[in-house]
């Protein structure tokens, strides 16, 4: 149980153009979801914590208008990158959680490339 | 299908003794491991990875053991402190440092005074 399938695992794009990431709860429904940004040397950066029906609570130094986060139903967040710049190619990853006393769920991460 | 799995949700050790976290994966052409941890509230923190070509990488009180032949990895930590209370994440990629990592669902480690 408690599977997140995160969509697509890698994609390649054009400098300008939107990127659209979907993280979904198949058996779960996820009331908050996370998304990370991987770093060098392995690190995960938290970029945002959305609740379900609610606006997204971004880490600071994250531009929320550059990374729309939409978190609509217990069971789907997106996260879009807006405008995408070669500096925005990392590895995108999104855990989901269905409340206090659950444990995170991670989805399989998504390779983005800006070119 | 899970290709990592960390079967035991949770651990508890008293302080000063080893505590041992165990991780299995199924795909055979990861390459890279590694451990996070992760508090409440808080994104995981990267603390120690190995590669396949490996078997065994030390830092400080943390040490990860691979074993290829049974897809096992585990994290060793000595002496245990209550300040490594969190939930450690095993993660894997193909590709070296640069693949996609894949999580497993994570083991909370209890360590008791």
């Known amino acids: 149980g408690a599977v997140v399938s995160q969509h697509p695992s890698w994609v390649i794009c054009k400098s300008g153009t939107s990127v659209k990431i979907e993280c979904r709860s198949l058996?779960?429904?996820?009331?908050?979801m996370f998304w990370y940004r991987q770093f060098p040397k392995q690190s995960l950066m938290l970029m945002a914590t959305?609740?379900?029906?609610?606006?997204?609570?971004?880490e600071q130094g994250v531009e929320k208008d550059k990374f729309l986060i939409n978190h609509a139903s217990l069971t789907l967040s997106t996260l879009t990158v807006t405008s995408a710049h070669p500096e925005d190619s990392s590895f995108y990853i999104c855990s989901a959680t269905g409340g206090p006393g659950y444990g995170y769920t991670f989805g399989s991460g998504t390779r983005l490339t800006v070119v | 299908d899970q290709q990592v799995k960390q079967n035991s949700p949770s651990l508890s050790v008293q302080e000063g003794r080893i505590s041992i976290l165990n991780c299995d994966y199924t795909n055979s052409m990861f390459d890279y491991f590694l451990w996070y941890k992760k508090y409440p509230a808080e994104g995981p923190t990267f603390l120690i990875s190995i590669s396949s070509i490996k078997d065994k990488n030390e830092d400080g009180r943390f040490t990860v053991f691979l074993n290829k032949s049974a897809k096992h990895l585990s994290l060793h930590i000595v002496p245990s402190q209550p300040g490594d209370s969190a939930v450690y994440f095993c993660a894997a990629s193909e590709w070296g440092s640069q693949g996609n990592l894949i999580f497993g669902k994570g083991t909370k480690l209890s360590v008791k005074p």
């Open positions: 058996d779960f429904q996820a009331t908050t």
């Open positions: 959305s609740n379900e029906g609610s606006k997204a609570t971004y």
